[in-house]
Structures are given as C-alpha cells and as structure tokens.
C-alpha cells in the first residue's frame, strides 16, 4: 500500500482516461476529488457523479460554469474575432483557462495541496491547464501523470488503459471500434487523435456530431461535404450589439423567436447553425509544443458571431484602430492558444482591445445555409458610412480634383524607386 500523500483535485471528464487516472491515483496513495465541469457539453452528469464516487472519490464537484465561459471568456475572443493560424476559433483554448479556474478554487476550499489533470505530454491543454493554476495558485503543485515514466510507461497505449479498466471495474464509453477523442463545450466539438493522426482519412464512416441533435456531421469522415448531412432551408437572423461589440439580442426573422441573455443566445445559434452545417472546419495546426496536428471542429455559434462581429465592426471602427486592433487580436489569439490567458500581456491585450470596441454597435442581418454564414445588411448609430460622401451619383462633401495631388504625392516615391531599378538594371547589362 502506498503512503499517504495528501489530497488531490482531479479535473475529472468520465472518460477513459481521467477514470483510470482517478483509480491510479488512489493507488499512489493520494485522496481524490473529483471535479467535473459542466461548460455545455451533452452530459449525464449525475450519472459521471455516481461513477467517480464508485471508483474511490471522496468528494465530487460538478460545477456549471457555462454561463461565465460564455459572458468572460468566449465574449472577449467575440470582440478580438480571435482566430489561431487564420482558421480555429479556439474552442477547446478558451475552455481550459475557465475549467482550471474553478479546479484552483475547488482545491483552496478543501485545502489540498495538488491538482491533477488528464491532458497528454504532447499536447497544449497540459500547458493551458497549468499555467492557469500556477498564476491563480503559486503554491499549486500538479500531478501530471502522462508525464509521469511510471504511468506511461505503464500505459503506453489506450489499450493498456482499456484493460487497466477492464481489471479494475472501471466502465469506459471507448471502445476499439471508435478510436478517435471527442471533445465538447458549449462553443465547439473536437475530434482527433486515432484514425484521424493519417491525414488523408476521409472516409471511415458517419460521426455525426451532438450539435443540433446530430443534424451536423463530421462530414470529413463521411467522405463528401455533402454527403449525408440533412440540411435544413435557410435560416435568417437579426443579431443586435450593445456598445463593445458584445451580443445581446437575436431574433430569428422566420418565426420572430428572441433570446436575450448571453448563454440562451448562444445555445439557441448553436442550435440553429449546427443544422446548417456552420463552423465546421478540418486543419492542420501547430501546437505549442512545435508538433503539427490534426483536429475537426464544430463550431457554429461561434461562427456566425465571428462574421457578425466583424462585419459591425469593419462598419463602425476607424481604419487606422481597425488596423492595430488586427495586430493585437493575432497576438491575443496566440497567447489564447497557447495557454498565457491569465498572463500579464494577454490582460493588456484584453483592456486594449475591449476600449477599441466603444464604438462597435448596431444590428446584424445574416443569414445561413449550407455550411456558410451570409451577411444581409447592417446599421449602428456609431456608423462611419457616409452614403452621400460614397455615392457614384451625389458630389457630396468632396472635391474630385483633390485626388490629383493625393495620386500624384503617392506616385512620387514608387517614380523614383523605378527610376533608380533602372539605372540599376541598365548598368548591369553593360
């Protein structure tokens, strides 16, 4: 029997891996409590609860966060239009800070002294995860067992994990037959991992997603992008913005349904665009660690408010901000990805780019249908269009004969830049 160790908290799923990490840990000798978020994925939560406690646990938290994953976390990426590499609206990146936020907290109200999680050695949520609990919680020390020899080594493979289980009673919903990883919250589902580490895989199968009660598809793993998906007739939308480009209303214009509040909101265009196919994406990425891998996501709410956003933005926001605002959402993306959310630069990154958003409000009309987002039109009191000043058929306030000078000032530096390639080029061929 091992010696005691002292209590640890567990960042606990219910899958395969945290269930055997939870038995593992017990026999290392440490007292485990189980936490369990709720962030909006599709759960039987009272069921994983029952499930940690016969394994051993102590204690099970299982919290609903949803509603401050949403409002603190997917809102400020909403505002930057966060993008990781031009593609990934980084689900599963602004998840972890927010699950070990309340894994920190959990574990200063039982006075344990570790926390422990299931993210492997090769991946980012491993740094996300910890780097987190270190800036909450200094004094923190963590247990992670796929950097553990003893553990990996142990288990080099899932296989060993699934007849580990198998010993131990632990009831596992993977199976050989389904190995890839799934990975779900309220802003996106991720699958890899398995079959889809060869990135060719195309066909093995329908997998359809959670989203709109399996509506959306892993279409990837279909074969076509068409092929299978039931899509529903188009959709058409009326999203509103208060001042900081922050969603507050949508109205569905079919049926005039309204949902108001930041997490009803976000459920309902889930809900709504998973039909459509939107938000699903098949890339190739860089993790932190300097590997490339694979992922599919789902992501539709999070699309449509991405090219919502950015649309009432481009609309009211001056050029000039508008161009350094691009700047700092790249560099909050990375920081996101990479796991720096509580760092003191992301913080900055955040108070600088919320003050650019004082401008950004009005109403979006969009529309989607298969798989893509269409923006219909938009107004805001903060507007920078002017129609008189634009149109082809009104003078408005501005001089035409002004753009001779403005051309002739610019053309200045590209005559001489030519001039000089060639004296350049005529010198050569001597």
């Not at 999070?302 to 956003?309: K, N």
Request: charged share 25%; glycine share 8%; aromatic share 10%.
């Amino acid at each position: 029997m091992a010696q005691p160790k002292g209590m640890v908290v567990l960042a606990y799923s219910g899958g395969l891996d945290t269930s055997c990490i939870l038995v593992w840990l017990k026999e290392q000798g440490y007292d485990v409590i189980a936490y369990l978020a709720n962030i909006g994925q599709k759960e039987d939560f009272e069921a994983a609860r029952k499930k940690a406690l016969a394994l051993g646990a102590k204690k099970v938290y299982i919290e609903d966060i949803s509603r401050e994953f949403v409002e603190e976390f997917i809102w400020p990426a909403v505002q930057a239009n966060a993008l990781y590499e031009d593609r990934y609206l980084l689900g599963t990146a602004l998840a972890r800070p927010c699950i070990a936020r309340k894994l920190v907290e959990i574990a200063q109200r039982e006075g344990a002294q570790f926390v422990a999680h299931g993210a492997t050695g090769k991946g980012n949520d491993q740094v996300r995860f910890e780097l987190t609990c270190y800036a909450l919680c200094p004094n923190i020390k963590v247990v992670a067992p796929w950097r553990l020899p003893e553990f990996y080594q142990r288990f080099p493979g899932r296989r060993e994990l699934m007849d580990y289980a198998k010993k131990h009673g632990i009831p596992v919903p993977v199976t050989p037959q389904t190995p890839w990883s799934m990975d779900e919250n309220l802003m996106h589902i991720s699958y890899e991992a398995g079959i889809l580490e060869n990135p060719k895989v195309i066909d093995h199968g329908r997998h359809g997603s959670h989203r709109a009660e399996g509506v959306s598809c892993i279409c990837s793993l279909i074969g076509n992008f068409t092929a299978g998906c039931v899509w529903a007739l188009a959709g058409a939308f009326v999203i509103k913005t208060r001042k900081g480009g922050v969603p507050v209303k949508v109205t569905n214009t079919g049926d005039g349904a309204t949902r108001c509040s930041a997490l009803e909101l976000f459920v309902y265009l889930n809900d709504i665009a998973g039909k459509h196919g939107v938000g699903r994406i098949d890339i190739v990425e860089n993790r932190l660690v300097g590997m490339k891998s694979r992922g599919i996501y789902e992501t539709p709410a999070g699309t449509i408010l991405y090219h919502a956003h950015l649309d009432i933005e481009a609309f009211t926001m001056d050029r000039e901000v508008r161009k350094i605002k691009q700047g700092l959402a790249l560099k909050f993306s990375e920081l996101v990805y990479n796991g720096f959310w509580h760092s003191p630069e992301c913080e900055f990154l955040r108070q600088c780019i919320g003050r650019s958003q004082e401008t950004v409000l009005g109403t979006v009309r969009l529309s989607v249908f298969k798989g893509q987002v269409y923006i219909l039109g938009r107004e805001s009191p903060r507007s920078l269009y002017n129609e008189e000043l634009v149109s082809m058929n009104v003078q408005g306030d501005y001089e035409p004969a002004d753009a001779t000078g403005f051309i002739n000032i610019n053309s200045l530096r590209l005559k001489e830049y030519h001039r000089l390639q060639s004296k350049v080029t005529v010198r050569q061929d001597e």
